[in-house]
């Protein structure tokens, strides 16, 4: 099993940046990809941003230009860098990662980080 720990969330005005930060430990080895998703009240969770199995990058198209994924190695610790933050970013950003064959993967969740920006 893998355990995720997110950290970096907080407050912060419109217009500026955030760096969250997810560490991953356990059986790190059976990790096939690793992203960041959001919830917001009232709304279903929805992928921010992503690394596949090969290394590329999936962004929402929201937060596209504004946000930037990356990695220590794989996979060890991922990063989410917010940039130009706005208020409907406000959420509870998730880390995730895929487990498993990629005939029968599974995820696995952090506890989240709540991200607010007031405007």
């Known amino acids: 099993q893998v355990h995720l720990v997110e950290s970096g969330g907080g407050l912060v005005q419109s217009g500026g940046s955030l760096r969250l930060s997810c560490a991953a430990s356990?059986?790190?080895?059976?990790?096939?990809?690793m992203g960041w998703y959001r919830q917001a009240p009232g709304k279903q969770r929805e992928l921010v941003a992503a690394?596949?199995?090969?290394?590329?990058?999936n962004y929402a198209d929201s937060v596209r230009d504004r946000f930037i994924i990356s990695r220590d190695k794989p996979w060890s610790t991922i990063y989410l860098e917010m940039n130009n933050l706005k208020p409907e970013d406000t959420a509870v950003y998730l880390c995730?990662?895929?487990?498993?064959?990629?005939?029968?993967?599974?995820?696995?969740w952090g506890q989240g980080t709540q991200v607010t920006v007031s405007s």
């Open positions: 995730n990662a895929w487990q498993g064959p990629p005939s029968s993967l599974f995820a696995s």
């Open positions: 356990g059986a790190t080895f059976s990790i096939f990809a």
């Open positions: 690394f596949t199995n090969t290394g590329d990058t």
